[in-house]
């Protein structure tokens, strides 16, 4: 929320009917317990630690509800943050308390549904006309074929060319790229026009998206005088070229001649 990026979603249904924030089928991964979380009423599955497994600075976190994260999202961003939502579990019953917590956060329009098929897609269609779903689709045809449903509102794709993110927008619907972990893969996906992407490296996609400070200094310079910034793949294990001190405080001492 901090960093200003939109927030992915995976969600699962507990013993007792409520809706979890929980990648996997398992608990054993990412808490300290062991079984199936359908297995868990809500009351045993936040008696659970599901933080030490990252960091032991987040022991003690517990797996939150789907309300307890739009009630976070509304709190603590700081621009209106579109939430993509995984459905790990699908069924009239979900997609009914899926639009209840969604209306009750007023977030129909910055939020989205995927991971279903397109036969349940239509279903929470026909159970709530608010509640926008995505068509996971991976090749152009399959594209056109999932943008002449209605109720669909979202592609949900891997990197595809300008040709078909101006087709999909010239539908009135909206395209993300799925899973964009290359620097300059978002930043030619951006400047075709592409609305979002999944990504392992939020962070790191944002710092390439927004230039740093002393970048803005350099459209005083002459081309040859500027510096060289070196963005690279964050699969690489590095977070970019750092400038120099020195290079720094010869740009701006130059800059200040203008």
Same mark, same amino acid.
């Given at each position: ?6 927030? &992915?979603? *995976?969600?699962?249904?507990?013993? *007792? ?26 009351? =045993?599955? =936040? ?11 987040? !022991? ?18 700081? +621009? ?5 939502? *995984?459905? &790990? ?20 329009? !910055? ?18 006309? !608010? ?12 594209? +056109? ?11 949900? @794709?891997? !990197? =595809?060319? &300008? ?18 972990? *290359? ?30 400070? =002393? ?22 294990? @590095? &977070? ?19």
């Amino acid at each position: 929320m901090r960093a200003g990026v939109d927030i &992915k979603l *995976d969600i699962r249904q507990t013993l *007792d009917g409520q809706l979890v924030v929980l990648h996997d089928d398992t608990v054993d991964r990412t808490t300290n317990g062991k079984g199936r979380v359908v297995d868990f009423d809500l009351a =045993q599955l =936040q008696s659970l630690d599901a933080g030490s497994w990252f960091h032991a600075d987040f !022991r003690g976190e517990r797996v939150p509800t789907f309300e307890e994260v739009l009630a976070l999202t509304i709190e603590k961003e700081r +621009r209106p943050t579109t939430i993509a939502i *995984d459905l &790990k579990v699908t069924g009239t019953s979900v997609a009914g308390k899926l639009a209840r917590a969604i209306a009750r956060y007023g977030l129909f329009e !910055r939020t989205f549904l995927f991971g279903m098929s397109l036969e349940d897609a239509s279903g929470i269609e026909r159970l709530d006309g !608010r509640i926008r779903c995505a068509a996971t689709a991976l090749s152009a045809a399959e594209i +056109r074929r999932a943008l002449q449903l209605d109720f669909v509102d979202v592609i949900w @794709t891997g !990197r =595809q060319p &300008k040709n078909v993110i101006d087709e999909v927008h010239g539908r009135g619907k909206q395209i993300y790229f799925t899973l964009i972990n *290359d620097a300059a893969e978002w930043m030619a996906a951006q400047a075709d026009g592409v609305d979002g992407i999944c990504t392992n490296h939020p962070l790191e996609m944002k710092r390439v998206a927004s230039p740093r400070p =002393q970048q803005f200094w350099d459209h005083y310079l002459s081309p040859d005088r500027r510096l060289k910034y070196d963005y690279r793949n964050p699969d690489e294990g @590095t &977070k970019g070229r750092n400038v120099p001190i020195t290079a720094l405080r010869a740009l701006l001492a130059n800059s200040l001649k203008y």
